[in-house]
């Protein structure tokens, strides 16, 4: 195998307590020139290095010797960030494996054998050599484990390394999988990247796994993607399918029932959602799932006679368009609602504030979540929180309007519909606005709307297990 290779390939190493002070204390400057080597000339993936290049050989040598380092410096000098596990050591690896030479893959097996070296640079040297060679370096499985339960590095680097780990290694990264569903931080990847796993004799150990990832899981979107292997392996109980995201846990109803399009089509246009349409029209429909037969159904007419109204609930400034998501509703109702000089008002509050105190969200894993600390250090940021925005229209000569509250560059929707709601009411229609779920592709700053008389199409969409969202 690679480790028995490794003397033969490498010879004896200089041992010398002097040798070893003198490379030691210079280590750091011939590390350096490798890395601004990489950043001005190409990204390391792609150079074509030749085995008797210098650079190579620095690299060769810098990385040997630091099998025999016996002190804490090895962190330190060489700069390892101890957010995503990588460091100077990482890119002399990547330089290495990219000769592909029975060499550098046997350095690469020290590496990955090393009780001395960081677990993330262990089992990005398996990785490696995975990537470079297409063979499993032994002790691979231990060093994708070691990363995984080292929380000297955070989820941020451990998770996109264990990504490239079960595609290069496959079978050989399951354990570490296994052990990351058991981290809160790294359940979801884990989840998603046990899909690839091959079935075979570990699908009754993955599925235990899951369904206790599943029943200690208290985040709504990592319990779907959790949800969402298991039913990929078969599993369809109800506490799987009510955990999965509401669209596809739709799908997985829809098939237990044996619900057709044809049955879809037939509800929906008997509550008066959506246009009629002929047998000819559903069969050219193309769709992929629930979601898109469902939009694609209530969007059957085209823009003329549009029946769902699309909007962007987040804006590039901080002045989302209540007045224009208000107009759409009123254009979709059948029939429409005639409204006249729909306009907004915004009225500004401005403030300052300083990271701790912010509610800063950013999109992390598939959903929005609060925006780490550790990126806000620092940083002054402006709120807007206190602004507001007022609507006003005319409806049969008589003047409206209310008030929106928008949550910095987001819309406040639920304001909207309920103002929409309450006119229909005051002027005797039965249609309401409903929002529907956001799509598991969605980042969630571009809503879909409908209108439809209120309590038959609850009825309707509950029966078709329709996802409406909380707004409605």
């Keep these: 195998m690679l480790a028995a290779a490794a003397a033969h390939w490498l010879g004896p190493l200089p041992l010398e307590p002097a040798a070893l002070e003198t490379w030691r204390t210079g280590a750091q400057s011939h590390a350096l020139p490798l890395l601004q080597y990489k950043s001005v000339a190409a990204p390391v993936s792609t150079l074509p290095i030749p085995p008797g290049n210098r650079l190579l050989l620095l690299a060769t040598n810098v990385v040997t010797k630091t099998l025999f380092l016996r002190d804490a410096e090895l962190r330190t000098w060489f700069n390892v960030d101890h957010r995503t596990g990588r460091g100077y050591l990482n890119h002399l690896l990547e330089l290495i494996a990219n000769t592909t030479s029975p060499a550098a893959m046997a350095l690469l097996q020290r590496v990955v054998l090393s009780a001395r070296i960081a677990p993330y640079s262990r089992a990005d040297a398996a990785y490696l050599i995975a990537r470079a060679s297409g063979c499993v370096a032994d002790g691979a499985d231990e060093a994708v484990v070691a990363m995984v339960s080292d929380r000297n590095v955070s989820e941020w680097g451990r998770n996109p390394l264990l990504n490239k780990c079960t595609g290069a290694l496959g079978a050989h990264a399951l354990d570490g999988l296994l052990a990351a569903l058991q981290d809160p931080s790294m359940r979801a990847d884990a989840a998603q990247n046990l899909k690839a796993m091959p079935g075979g004799e570990a699908d009754d150990e993955i599925r235990t ?35 999965l995201q509401p669209w596809e846990a739709m799908d997985i109803r829809w098939e237990q029932r044996g619900i057709t399009a044809a049955e879809v089509a037939r509800q929906l246009t008997n509550v ?17 799932d629930g979601e898109s037969l469902v939009l694609n159904l209530l969007g059957h007419g085209g823009k003329e006679d549009a029946r769902l109204a699309y909007s962007s609930i987040r804006d590039n400034g901080y002045d989302p368009r209540h007045d224009e998501l208000f107009a759409s509703l009123a254009h979709i109702t059948r029939p429409r609602l005639e409204v006249e000089s729909v306009s907004q008002t915004r009225h500004e509050f401005k403030t300052e504030q300083t990271a701790a105190s912010a509610r800063l969200m950013t999109w992390q894993y598939g959903s929005w979540k609060p925006t780490p600390q550790h990126l806000l250090a620092g940083v002054t940021l402006t709120s807007f929180e206190g602004t507001t925005c007022t609507v006003c229209y005319r409806y049969h000569g008589v003047e409206y309007g209310f008030i929106a509250r928008p949550n910095g560059t987001w819309m406040d929707v639920a304001s909207v519909l309920r103002a929409f709601n309450a006119i229909m009411q005051q002027i005797g229609r039965e249609e309401r606005a409903f929002r529907l779920a956001d799509s598991p592709r969605s980042n969630g700053e571009y ?20 996802p409406l969202a909380e707004e409605t």
């Design 447 to 466: 809503a879909i709307f409908l209108c439809a008389k209120g309590m038959t199409f609850r009825q309707i969409a509950e029966s078709l297990h329709i």
């Design 272 to 288: 008066g959602v959506m246009n009629p349409i002929t047998d000819e029209e559903l069969a050219a429909i193309q769709y992929k």
């Design 209 to 243: 796994a899951l369904q206790a990832a599943l029943q200690a899981e208290s985040r709504d979107w990592v319990a779907a993607t959790v949800a969402n292997t298991l039913v990929g392996m078969g599993n369809t109980d109800a506490a799987t399918i009510e955990a």
